[in-house]
């Protein structure tokens, strides 16, 4: 029992899941909140690690807790599901052990019932946590085949749009103000280095899309993409495709 003890809980949405919607930092802190009043629980503290992978240890939030832990300030954390402690079988059987060393007491929301110390519990806590790594890597697979397939179509793949584009209701087009520093940019190659030209716009007061100054690397990564300004040609890895109306050389 963990009554009259300090009690937090951990909380994590990755990147994705923001961007779908789905089981978002409220719904958790929602879900831990009623588990823990239906134990006796007060939750002192929450710990948030949002746009952070499952599959990665070094979370800020996550990081902050297993300190806090360490420093014996905390007797129990609860979370909300296996799948937000992490992704990964290996991880979260190694942080299940890191908080079994600090005698810190795990609760997991959806597994009202589950005992620690129970190997019965522990065997299906295991088993759960295997499949939300089967279910992370069926994610990753269906995206990729999405991606694929759009690149097939000539579409851009997804994620950040590559500078001289931007989206509208249908779909990239070109940014006419951005693809005029695109051609400037392959202009000035003719004659000049990636470091000089980056020198030469940020000059003339033409910046990134986020405002910084270009830099060396940022120049040669516009003129690596010279068959898709050129040519309108879109690459997924190994797939490609073409579209002409993202041509703007």
């Not at 899941?17 to 930092?25: A, L, R």
């Not at 052990?97 to 806590?125: C, E, H, T």
């Not at 097939?152 to 249908?170: F, K, T, W």
């Not at 003129?223 to 050129?230: E, P």
Request: glycine share 8%.
């Amino acid at each position: 029992m963990v009554r009259n003890k300090l009690v937090v809980a951990y909380c994590r949405v990755s990147t994705l899941e923001q961007k779908q919607n789905g089981y978002g930092i409220e719904i958790q802190i929602r879900d831990v909140t009623v588990f823990a009043k239906g134990k006796g629980l007060l939750i002192r503290r929450f710990y948030r690690d949002e746009g952070e992978s499952g599959v990665l240890e070094e979370r800020p939030e996550l990081q902050r807790l297993l300190r806090h832990c360490k420093y014996g300030r905390i007797d129990a954390v609860i979370i909300p599901s296996l799948d937000r402690l992490s992704r990964d079988v290996r991880l979260t059987e190694n942080l299940f052990w890191r908080f079994d060393q600090m005698s810190v007491a795990v609760l997991i929301a959806d597994m009202p019932n589950y005992d620690g110390r129970d190997r019965k519990d522990v065997l299906i806590r295991q088993i759960r946590e295997a499949i939300a790594e089967e279910n992370r890597k069926d994610i990753i697979e269906r995206l990729m085949k999405g991606r694929q397939e759009r690149t097939r179509r000539g579409e851009l793949a997804g994620g950040n749009l590559p500078y001289g584009y931007r989206r509208n209701g249908h779909g990239p087009e070109i940014d006419q103000d951005e693809a005029a520093v695109v051609r400037n940019i392959f202009r000035l190659a003719e004659t000049a280095s990636a470091a000089e030209i980056a020198r030469l716009i940020n000059a003339d007061g033409h910046f990134q899309r986020n405002g910084r100054p270009w830099t060396a690397r940022q120049v040669s990564a516009v003129l690596s993409r010279r068959d898709l300004y050129g040519e309108g040609v879109v690459r997924y890895g190994s797939v490609k495709g073409s579209n002409e109306q993202l041509i703007l050389l």
